[in-house]
């Protein structure tokens, strides 16, 4: 699958730059302002979780690694996702651990 799948040409311009080398910038600075926003309203240390992923992003946000099947397979393959986005910087990781598509059942 294209990584333009469903999103912008990966040969767009912004400015004197490719989508491909700022997709996840975007995401990363939404998740910075929300994030001061939440913290200004409140008064108190903000939690913003995001899919979109940048360099330097684990410093002010976490990232959700997406929807899995409720199956053990699908469990076992956010593993070593969490450990990649560690190695990557980004400290706070998390996967839908019962997953979300599919039926779950107690032991899972």
């Not at 767009?12 to 491909?20: D, G, I, T, V």
């Not at 700022?22 to 995401?27: A, D, P, S």
């Not at 899995?68 to 990649?84: C, F, H, R, V």
Request: glycine share 12%.
């Amino acid at each position: 699958m294209p990584l333009n799948h469903n999103t912008i040409d990966m040969d767009a311009q912004h400015f004197s730059e490719l989508e491909y080398n700022l997709h996840n910038l975007y995401g990363r600075l939404e998740g910075i302002a929300t994030k001061e926003a939440v913290e200004l309203a409140t008064g108190k240390r903000g939690f913003v979780v995001s899919r979109s992923s940048f360099a330097g992003t684990g410093h002010h946000i976490f990232h959700w690694l997406g929807d899995n099947l409720s199956n053990y397979a699908q469990m076992g393959d956010s593993i070593p996702g969490i450990l990649t986005m560690n190695m990557q910087g980004i400290p706070m990781v998390g996967p839908d651990i019962c997953g979300f598509g599919g039926d779950t059942n107690e032991e899972l």
